[in-house]
T-cell receptor, first 112, second 111 residues
Framework: RKEVEQDPGPFNVPEGATVAFNCTYS??????FFWYRQDCRKEPKLLMS???SGNEDGRFTAQLNRASQYISLLIRDSKLSDSATYLC?????????????FGTGTRLTIIP | NAGVTQTPKFQVLKTGQSMTLQCAQD?????MSWYRQDPGMGLRLIHY???????DQGEVPNGYNVSRSTTEDFPLRLLSAAPSQTSVYFC??????????FGSGTRLTVV
């Protein structure tokens, strides 16, 4: 089983719709969680951290479920500019060192 | 601030050649790392460093060397390039728990 698993998609969603992605992780010692966005042929960029209480940043909402070991990302009122690959990232600390594990990404295309 | 700067952006090597990918950050981050990204594989950690003078191996270290003589710089050396090292390479830096800042990447082709 992969340490971090995501549905690769692609998700083709009409503009204005709501879309949600899930990501599961296998290491129960994982301590911090992130969503990154990666545009085609560009570097990943931090979209948002994910907290146990859930957090929201404009149209984006992230949730963490430690018991079931998954995190989610919800995008409301999707825009054409949201088209990208979304990477789920899980951070575990092992003997004081970080171990950042990336999912393979979920590809999202917003259709006009 | 420039953030994380990687050079070169593109490189073509012949099998057996060596080269160094450069990475520099100006955010005074202690933690730096190198990843490679291949289709369907996600980002995989090659080497990382938790501070000047300290480096360690990641998930896929074979064929690569690193050093960290200063906080700012973290070069990645390919000792004898192989076609399997054709990939996109990203350098990243972070301060603890604040997520990673990535460089713009180096697209390497080994022929």
């Amino acid at each position: 089983r992969k340490e971090v698993e995501q549905d690769p998609g692609p998700f083709n969603v009409p503009e204005g719709a709501t879309v949600a992605f899930n990501c599961t992780y296998s290491n129960s010692a994982s301590q911090s969680f992130f969503w990154y966005r990666q545009d085609c042929r560009k570097e990943p960029k931090l979209l948002m951290s994910v907290y146990s209480s859930g957090n929201e940043d404009g149209r984006f909402t992230a949730q963490l479920n430690r018991a079931s070991q998954y995190i989610s990302l919800l995008i409301r009122d999707s825009k054409l500019s949201d088209s990208a690959t979304y990477l789920c990232v899980v951070n575990a600390f092992n003997f004081g060192n970080e171990k950042l594990t990336f999912g393979t990404g979920t590809r999202l295309t917003i259709i006009p | 601030n420039a953030g994380v700067t990687q050079t070169p952006k593109f490189q073509v090597l012949k099998t057996g050649q060596s080269m160094t990918l450069q990475c520099a950050q100006d955010m005074n981050h202690e933690y730096m790392s190198w990843y490679r990204q291949d289709p369907g594989m996600g980002l995989r950690l090659i080497h990382y460093s938790v501070g000047a003078g300290i480096t360690d191996q990641g998930e896929v270290p074979n064929g690569y060397n690193v050093s960290r003589s200063t906080t700012e710089d973290f070069p990645l050396r390919l000792l004898s390039a192989a076609p399997s090292q054709t990939s996109v390479y990203f350098c990243a830096s972070s301060s603890q728990n604040y997520g990673y800042t990535f460089g713009s990447g180096t697209r390497l082709t080994v022929v």
